[in-house]
């Protein structure tokens, strides 16, 4: 049988990994709301459907993995307050099933380091959705769910250079605030290789090697482009909206252990100093 995913929200890192798996003959279904979105995922070999309203039973017919990129609502998971009884009807043939969480379920640790097995105590609304949306995920009887938390994306497109050209950047500075990251192409490798080495109720962190301060990060952007280092801002000052503002209440250190030992995965970019080198290196190319 055809390798067959489902990719519901397929989004900036479901379209890394559908850039790996597609060559390789993979049969990908990725839902989307964008009309204009479906047309760009058809162009990238990927079969479109538009979603909530679209008709999935093709999908659901044939696929062999799922992968969920949805972002959890204030009522729960979308996917399934609206595919759970489809889903739980496939899932003794499902080879495999990613979640894609975040770090934000480990709360605030004060600089302090987390594996997968650090209670989880997130501080935020955004975090407590996701420990509840990995609940529900969990408790559909005999889902091969593999968790993924994400650090913070980066990649292609998400870079922090044009703000620094257009001098809208700044340095915000917390001190002992410190963010973990990861490049898309390191999720979508990490992805490829739980596929392929399915572990069944198995937890991710997918983090770089090198959690940093995040005023480091932009200074390191202005200074490969040659540019000043854009004013440092204390953070009880900056001007933020609430949501920018909401990610420097948790600062933590996230260990990727786990992807190496168990996984076998090779950081294509183990820190943002390599990975921002690379995206500047491709963007002038």
């Not at 009309?35 to 679209?54: F, I, S």
């Not at 009807?89 to 979640?99: C, F, Q, S």
């Not at 996984?263 to 080198?277: E, F, M, Q």
Request: some cysteine; hydrophobic content about 40%.
């Amino acid at each position: 049988m055809r390798d067959t995913l489902l990719s519901f929200g397929h989004g900036y890192s479901a379209r890394a990994l559908a850039a790996r798996l597609v060559p390789q003959g993979w049969q990908i279904y990725g839902t989307t709301r964008d009309a204009h979105k479906a047309e760009e995922l058809a162009r990238e070999g990927v079969t479109p459907v538009l979603w909530p309203d679209g008709d999935l039973e093709a999908a659901f017919q044939s696929a062999t993995h799922l992968l969920i990129s949805a972002a959890p609502e204030p009522g729960g998971d979308p996917v399934l307050a609206r595919c759970r009884a489809d889903i739980a009807r496939i899932a003794p043939r499902l080879e495999w099933v990613g979640y894609l969480s975040t770090t934000g379920v480990y709360g605030d640790q004060q600089g302090g380091w987390v594996d997968e097995e650090t209670p989880l105590t997130p501080a935020t609304q955004r975090g407590k959705m996701r420990l509840e949306a990995e609940a529900e995920w969990r408790a559909i009887p005999g889902l091969p769910l593999h968790i993924f938390r994400l650090a913070g994306i980066y990649g292609p497109g998400r870079g922090p250079f044009e703000k620094v050209r257009d001098g809208t950047a700044r340095r915000i500075v917390k001190p002992g605030q410190v963010f973990s990251r990861i490049h898309v192409e390191d999720i979508a490798q990490v992805l490829e290789a739980s596929i392929r080495q399915p572990e069944p109720g198995a937890v991710y962190n997918v983090c770089d090697d090198d959690p940093a301060p995040p005023q480091d990060v932009i200074g390191y952007a202005a200074e490969l482009l040659g540019l000043p280092p854009p004013e440092e801002v204390a953070f009880d000052a900056a001007d933020m909206t609430p949501m920018a503002r909401s990610f420097y209440a948790e600062s933590k250190r996230v260990s990727n252990a786990r992807i190496k030992t168990d996984l076998g995965v090779r950081l294509i970019y183990p820190d943002y100093r390599t990975g921002l080198r690379a995206l500047l290196v491709a963007e002038r190319a």
